[in-house]
């Protein structure tokens, strides 16, 4: 017989697959290869995350909330997504899908702490950020959401040991994603938001050899990520395979869009182009674009 918290736990996870459908096409579209509980837990990962972003930068904006009652806002949700981890339940059904899958992976508080330290800098508001504070962000809220998810895709393999390798291989794949939506949102971020993400660079004077750096550094972020998700179980390594070769396509768009371009409009991949990356994860083939 199902109980009572069984049954909400469904729903929980029910409303975080609706976010992730509502919210994401690349990464959306990558977890539907993965198992359906494995996509579950990715799906309140991502929900949890975006629910914190759209605090910061999103609708509570829209809706008036000034930045203290954002902050406020967001350090009430880090309590209680702590709180729900603890004692396995939650009245906010998103907190409570992440802390029922935390309990079910391992992610423990230590993952969680530095995302929220991340979204707290959005919140509080800053011009630029330089070279450390750059790192501690992207570390708080990409590579440890990428280590939130290697837990997720372990229990496909039941039992999978992660290791310092599968480790780095994670952290280095949520900050290949991090910053490729740095770059792709640099209009809107500086227009909008008065924000710049990449230290010692000026959105109003960005250069080619500005746009050329970060790519690069992507590159290099995604080749370690490829290396190291070769060793994950079958479907995770397909979604994840599906999920780089994505934002690998969405980098080379970058590499080929002037820079003085990328200061005035958003780039993206057409969907069909996204079906094509898609079709060669589940074949096992390299997706277009560098390796």
Same mark, same amino acid.
């Given at each position: 017989?199902? +109980?009572?918290?069984?049954?909400?736990?469904?729903?929980?996870?029910?409303?975080? #697959?609706?976010?992730?459908?509502?919210?994401?096409? +690349?990464?959306? !579209?990558?977890?539907?290869?993965?198992?359906?509980?494995?996509?579950?837990?990715?799906?309140?990962?991502?929900?949890?995350? $975006?629910?914190?972003?759209?605090?910061? &930068?999103?609708?509570?904006?829209?809706?008036?909330?000034?930045?203290?009652?954002?902050?406020?806002?967001?350090?009430?949700?880090?309590?209680?997504?702590?709180?729900?981890?603890?004692?396995?339940?939650?009245?906010?059904?998103?907190?409570?899908?992440?802390?029922?899958?935390?309990?079910?992976?391992?992610?423990?508080? &230590?993952? /969680?702490?530095?995302?929220?330290?991340?979204?707290?800098?959005?919140?509080?508001?800053?011009?630029?950020?330089?070279?450390?504070?750059?790192? #501690?962000?992207?570390?708080?809220?990409?590579?440890?959401?990428?280590?939130?998810? /290697?837990?997720?895709?372990?229990?496909?393999?039941?039992?999978?040991?992660?290791?310092?390798?599968?480790?780095?291989? @994670?952290?280095? %794949?949520?900050?290949?994603?991090?910053?490729?939506?740095?770059?792709?949102?640099?209009?809107?971020?500086?227009?909008? %938001?008065?924000?710049?993400?990449?230290?010692?660079? &000026?959105?109003?004077?960005?250069?080619?050899?500005?746009?050329?750096?970060?790519?690069?550094?992507? &590159?290099?972020?995604? @080749?370690?990520?490829?290396?190291?998700?070769? $060793? !994950?179980?079958?479907?995770?390594?397909?979604?994840?395979?599906?999920?780089?070769?994505?934002?690998?396509?969405?980098?080379?768009?970058?590499?080929?869009?002037?820079?003085?371009?990328?200061?005035?409009?958003?780039?993206?991949?057409?969907? #069909?182009?996204?079906? $094509?990356?898609?079709?060669?994860?589940?074949?096992?083939?390299?997706?277009?674009? $560098?390796?």
């Amino acid at each position: 017989m199902t +109980s009572g918290l069984d049954l909400y736990t469904r729903t929980a996870r029910l409303a975080s #697959a609706r976010v992730i459908r509502a919210y994401s096409t +690349s990464f959306g !579209l990558a977890s539907r290869l993965l198992p359906r509980r494995v996509r579950g837990h990715i799906a309140d990962v991502y929900a949890l995350v $975006r629910v914190a972003d759209e605090i910061v &930068d999103g609708p509570a904006a829209e809706a008036g909330v000034a930045g203290a009652e954002r902050r406020s806002l967001l350090d009430a949700l880090e309590a209680e997504t702590l709180a729900a981890m603890a004692r396995g339940f939650s009245a906010n059904l998103v907190v409570h899908a992440f802390a029922a899958t935390s309990r079910q992976t391992g992610i423990a508080a &230590d993952l /969680l702490r530095p995302f929220f330290s991340s979204m707290r800098m959005d919140a509080d508001g800053f011009v630029a950020l330089d070279e450390a504070a750059y790192r #501690a962000y992207v570390h708080g809220s990409a590579e440890v959401v990428g280590s939130m998810c /290697l837990r997720a895709f372990a229990q496909e393999g039941r039992g999978m040991a992660i290791d310092d390798g599968l480790e780095e291989g @994670a952290r280095r %794949l949520g900050a290949a994603f991090q910053k490729v939506n740095f770059l792709r949102d640099l209009a809107d971020d500086h227009r909008r %938001l008065g924000r710049s993400y990449f230290p010692g660079i &000026d959105p109003l004077a960005f250069s080619e050899d500005d746009k050329l750096g970060i790519v690069a550094e992507v &590159d290099d972020d995604l @080749a370690v990520a490829r290396s190291a998700l070769t $060793r !994950l179980p079958p479907a995770s390594r397909r979604a994840t395979a599906a999920a780089a070769g994505l934002f690998g396509r969405l980098n080379e768009e970058l590499r080929v869009t002037p820079a003085a371009e990328l200061t005035r409009r958003r780039v993206s991949v057409p969907r #069909a182009v996204k079906l $094509r990356v898609l079709a060669a994860a589940v074949a096992g083939r390299p997706a277009a674009g $560098r390796a």
